[in-house]
């Protein structure tokens, strides 16, 4: 069992949890992920690791609360334990050998993109991060950007914080001003990931992107994650999750995507019920 140390709301649909996972801390490297079940029937579910502290031997997670198993989740505090926490899986992010890198971040994404902000920030790295939010009710981790980052731009949708416009709009600017970046690493929604490479693409810029579809297994096996890059079929849970978005076939992966759909709002819903009976 894995015993959640901390629990902290970064905002209404965002939670961070800090759990004792000691084995999972000693090896775990930004990029990687975990699968973790709430419960005993539970459904598997991957998430980005977030942080990690080998000393403490704590595992930081960041997840968004969208659906049955994040609902599940959310209702265990601190003190309780994850029935299952197993990591950590995928392929690092490469970071060695990087002078300047601009590190893009949308949404929630963000609780990806920080740890490999951090990672290359102490490698002396030059990291220049531009993180955006629909609003500003939904920051998160602005203090911990800051503090890995020689440049940061906070973007907002409605202009609510930092600067009204898309992360696209800052990434150009920046690249317009001159900055010659080794790499851009972009991590969020499918859809703008997408856009970011259209972006790079046209400056010739090389361009990682971190890519979540399905997920059971996390060992290749049963196919669910598999995606097209550069023509080929590649499983994000051991190829990935990272690969070069100018060859990541975006439209496919977002279709994929919402096969879905009416399953997980059934899991929702049933997991709503059920959370609801238990606090009556």
Known sequence: MYRIVRKQELNPTVTLMEIDAPLIAKKAEP?????????????????????YDREKGTVTIIFQIVGGATMELNSLNEGDSLHDFVGPLGRPSETEGLKKVAVVGGGVGCAIAYPIA???????????????FRNKDL???????????????????????????????????????????????????????????????KYNVKTIVSMNPIMIDGTGMCGGCRLTVGGETKFAC????????????????????????????????????????EVK
């Open 238 to 277: 051991v190829d990935g999750p990272d690969f070069d978005g100018h060859l990541v076939d975006f439209d496919e992966a977002m279709h994929r995507g919402t096969m879905y759909r009416d399953f997980e709002q059934h899991a929702r819903e049933a997991s709503c019920n059920l959370l609801n009976k």
């Open 118 to 132: 951090k990672k290359l920030n102490s490698l002396g790295c030059e990291v220049h991060s531009i993180v955006g």
């Open 31 to 51: 990029g990687q992920f975990i699968i973790f079940r709430a419960f005993e029937d539970s459904e598997r579910v991957p998430l980005t690791i977030a942080d």
């Open 139 to 201: 920051v998160i981790l602005e203090d911990e950007f800051k503090a890995v980052s020689d440049k940061l731009c906070m973007m907002t949708d409605d202009g609510s914080y930092g600067t009204k416009g898309l992360v696209t709009n800052a990434l150009e600017e920046l690249i317009k001003e001159g900055n010659e970046y080794d790499e851009v690493i972009a991590i969020g929604p499918v859809i703008m990931m997408k856009f970011v490479c259209m972006l790079t693409k």
